[in-house]
């Protein structure tokens, strides 16, 4: 499965924790001065300027962990699902609000009127899980019923 990138976030299939890895540009005041720092740089990590620290070096793009790269740039995190959403869509947030209040975790994309869908989107919400399946609003919340009651087991 291809990953999917918008607006400085990276979210690609984390095999062996069977989520979605999100990897987020950190924005705040400290990454755009290192971003400035790297471009002066030529590109490479503000730590080295080897062939493999190309920023995003490989060394962070590979490991598994949660955090922040060695420049701080870059955070990784991981979600449960991809939700495709619209503003100020209702289903939308009782959606959000039965992943939270189940202890679940996703990223959204959608905000903004000039957001393009992925093709297998027909309606909104969708949520799309790790393996790869997109779910309409209806089956998102079966299966959100139907994990918690397994998780219960």
């Not at 990138?5 to 979210?11: A, R, S, Y």
């Not at 870059?74 to 619209?86: A, E, M, R, T």
């Not at 996703?106 to 393996?131: C, H, R, V, W």
């Amino acid at each position: 499965m291809n990953p999917i990138e918008k607006d400085m976030v990276v979210v690609s299939l984390s095999p062996s924790y069977n989520k979605w890895k999100v990897i987020y540009k950190m924005l705040d005041e400290e990454g755009i001065k290192t971003e400035a720092t790297i471009a002066k740089n030529q590109g490479y990590c503000i730590l080295a300027s080897l062939e493999d620290n190309i920023c995003m070096c490989k060394e962070f793009r590979s490991i598994e962990r949660k955090g922040f790269c060695n420049g701080r740039l870059y955070k990784k995190s991981y979600v449960d699902y991809v939700l495709y959403v619209k503003d100020e869509c209702p289903r939308c947030k009782i959606l959000l609000n039965a992943l939270k209040k189940d202890g679940l975790t996703a990223i959204t994309f959608g905000s903004g009127k000039d957001y393009i869908y992925p093709d297998e989107i027909k309606m909104l919400p969708t949520m799309q899980l790790p393996n790869g399946v997109f779910l309409d609003y209806a089956k998102a919340v079966k299966h959100i019923i139907e994990r918690k009651k397994s998780d219960d087991v």
